[in-house]
């Protein structure tokens, strides 16, 4: 496992520090929450409420040397691009899609003769845009989709590139790029130094000194809000995003009740079921048990309830939930079983543990979202165990 030194993503280096203890839920030093990576246990990343692992997912853009230009002619430009996997623990990516905007003309999505991006390697992409002015700015803006997956998991993430095209007396092209800082102690703006497309004579070769030149990248989290990379995709919910550090506020599990808080665990994975809690010495992060009227353990029908019944997780930036108990689970309508993708849970879904009896012994999720983002997701037990219940 490798300890990454600097972190783009915001994160203290005493945060890893303390991560590396298995059960550490806070860092000792600076006290935020310990967020892993879905495959912490390979990369040893920790995310931010954005959820992205800046050790698995490090996607470069580079514009090859050889961009073509047309703009005496008053013609078009071939953008030749490269994408690069910068991950360096050799996880692959893969790039699902790529838009194109110019200007305030309509994004258009470019066709992928590739997808996957291995650690190391590159794939180039040529893409070609509208008839350029001789005068005046060109503004272009690439953005792509990133994808990056761990057994049964997978993230995805957008990422943007803004260029500012401009016709130089003479016919060259320049490229200028400035990345506007973003967010609480972000630093100024990143220049970019210019990119010179000379377009004179027969060889119209980018003079960027013979080498690739970098695009600046930026993530475009409202892009992933509104086309559906991250976040809830239809319903009242639709657009918003659960933060990777959203807490989980738990009612009605009496005296075993977690306190609330943002998903911790080693494997970013909340375990529920029939087995034992952590706290009682278990693997689970909830134990299930039903109850008969009197609010004792009903040891025969709890038996119906796998040890590790289902699982909950943040991806995506939904709460998902994949189940791993013979009987299923009723999801809202629907029944889910082992076998099934997994599902995404919303506001107000309520989760049936047993489907034969579905009053048994039930969830019920409830969310808001706060300008798009839900930084809170209580799950409620039905029936709620009374208190001073007997386990
Ligand atoms: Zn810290
Ligand atoms: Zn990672």
């Not at 630093?187 to 000379?198: N, Q």
């Not at 809690?277 to 008969?292: E, K, M, P």
């Not at 590790?308 to 013979?326: D, M, N, P, S």
Request: glycine share 12%; proline share 4%; charged share 20%.
């Amino acid at each position: 496992m490798t300890l990454p030194v600097a972190n783009p993503g915001g994160i203290q280096p005493c945060c890893y520090q303390h991560a590396l203890a298995a059960d550490a839920v806070f860092c000792g030093e600076c006290g935020k929450p310990i967020l892993r990576c879905m495959a912490f246990e390979e990369c040893g990343g920790l995310v931010s409420d954005d959820g992205c692992c800046n050790v698995c997912v490090r996607p470069q853009l580079y514009l090859d040397k050889d961009a073509v230009t047309e703009v005496k002619t008053g013609g078009v430009l071939v953008l030749p691009l490269v994408f690069y996997n910068a991950s360096g623990i050799g996880r692959p990516l893969f790039i699902t899609d790529v838009w194109i905007r110019e200007g305030e003309s309509p994004r258009r999505r470019i066709e992928l003769p590739w997808k996957r991006l291995d650690a190391g390697g590159s794939n180039r992409l040529n893409v070609q845009t509208g008839a350029m002015e001789r005068q005046g700015r060109h503004g272009i803006e690439i953005t792509f989709a990133a994808a990056t997956n761990y057994f049964m998991r997978e993230e995805r993430f957008a990422f943007t590139s803004s260029l500012s095209l401009e016709v130089e007396q003479g016919g060259s092209l320049v490229i200028n790029q400035t990345i506007n800082a973003s967010g609480v102690g972000a630093g100024s703006d990143t220049v970019y130094a210019p990119i010179r497309l000379e377009t004179q004579g027969e060889t119209r070769k980018a003079a960027v000194g013979g080498q690739a030149a970098e695009l600046g990248l930026q993530r475009a989290d409202n892009f992933e809000a509104a086309h559906g990379v991250r976040g809830y995709t239809d319903g009242p919910l639709k657009g918003s995003v659960v933060n990777r550090g959203a807490r989980i506020v738990w009612k009605g599990f009496g005296a075993d009740e977690p306190v609330p808080g943002a998903i911790t665990t080693r494997d970013s994975i909340i375990a529920i079921g029939r087995g034992k809690s952590i706290r009682a010495g278990g693997d689970n992060f909830v134990q299930l048990l039903t109850l008969d009227s009197n609010g004792v353990v009903d040891e025969q029908l709890s038996q119906a309830i796998s040890r590790r019944h289902l699982e909950l997780f943040i991806q995506g930036g939904r709460l998902c939930a994949r189940v791993t108990g013979q009987s299923g689970v009723f999801i809202g309508e629907n029944k889910h079983g082992a076998d099934d993708a997994l599902a995404v849970i919303g506001n107000g879904d309520v989760i049936r543990i047993l489907p034969k009896f579905p009053d048994a012994l039930a969830l019920q999720v409830r969310m808001r979202a706060n300008y798009g983002h839900i930084e809170e997701i209580t799950i409620t037990r039905v029936p709620a165990i009374p208190e001073g219940a007997q386990r």
